[in-house]
């Protein structure tokens, strides 16, 4: 998301290009034909304050009252540093107050189980949004399992491949084409790639209480690829089953 009224008009610190690739690249990107909107929400270090996610979350909802009726997918690969109800909220409402599908990361704190729960962070811990949480995809036969640094817990809705991923690379990076890196933020945007093709091939309206993320959530759990993940913890002290559901899509030049 990078932020409507933000004077840098450049991707400083690369996360959210890097992201946007994935979600729609015209090489590398899941959803390749879609059209991409930034909305600044972090800074030149990748951080992002709370008032500025919120301000980000407004911008999205003037857009959508400016586009009733358009297909869109909000795709966030950030998360708080503890729970926060208002951001929950925030997302939640964004959720029931447009038909944009609203997408985040699970979180890379996984490697430590104290603090590997998604549902103790934000957006990640909001039942009203599709969390995403890391895998690995594992050649010669192997399993595939769950990357390492990825959060979990039943707060996490599916898993997405999210280590070594093929990334665009920012303007003036070193790299001028293409890199790798690893994390749930790369996760998300696969999902959220998986969400547009979702409604761009089928229509759906949702009604009472249920929202266009409920209506594609259905959808990516039923075509998921279910108990196939390796390396999801069982039930402990710490943190609660996650559900092993893998993203199932097959384009040209992503295969999950």
């Not at 270090?45 to 919120?54: E, I, K, R, S, T």
């Not at 993320?213 to 990516?220: G, K, P």
Request: net charge negative.
């Amino acid at each position: 998301m990078e932020k409507a009224d933000s004077p840098i008009m450049v991707d400083v610190n690369g996360h959210g290009t890097r992201c946007a690739s994935v979600a729609a690249g015209a090489n590398i990107g899941v959803a390749q034909g879609a059209t991409v909107e930034s909305i600044r929400v972090a800074g030149s270090d990748g951080l992002a304050a709370a008032d500025d996610v919120l301000a980000g979350l407004d911008d999205v909802q003037r857009w959508w009252n400016n586009n009733p009726g358009s297909k869109c997918v909000v795709s966030y690969s950030l998360i708080s540093t503890s729970f926060s109800t208002t951001l929950n909220y925030a997302f939640g409402n964004l959720s029931a107050n447009t038909d944009c599908v609203v997408v985040v990361a699970a979180g890379n704190q996984g490697a430590d189980i104290s603090m590997a729960d998604a549902c103790n962070y934000s957006p990640s811990g909001s039942p009203d949004v599709i969390t995403v949480g890391g895998s690995r995809n594992r050649m010669n036969g192997a399993s595939d399992d769950r990357i390492g640094i990825s959060n979990y817990g039943p707060c996490v809705d599916i898993y997405a491949p999210a280590r070594n991923i093929d990334l665009a690379a920012p303007s003036g990076s070193s790299n001028s084409n293409y890199l790798r890196s690893s994390g749930t933020s790369f996760a998300t945007p696969a999902v959220a790639g998986a969400a547009a093709m979702i409604l761009s091939t089928t229509s759906l309206t949702p009604t009472g209480s249920e929202t266009m993320t409920d209506l594609v959530l259905d959808i990516l759990i039923a075509t998921s690829a279910k108990d196939k993940l390796t390396s999801l913890p069982a039930s402990n002290a710490a943190v609660l089953p996650s559900n092993n559901r893998l993203l199932n899509v097959v384009s040209n030049t992503y295969y999950a």
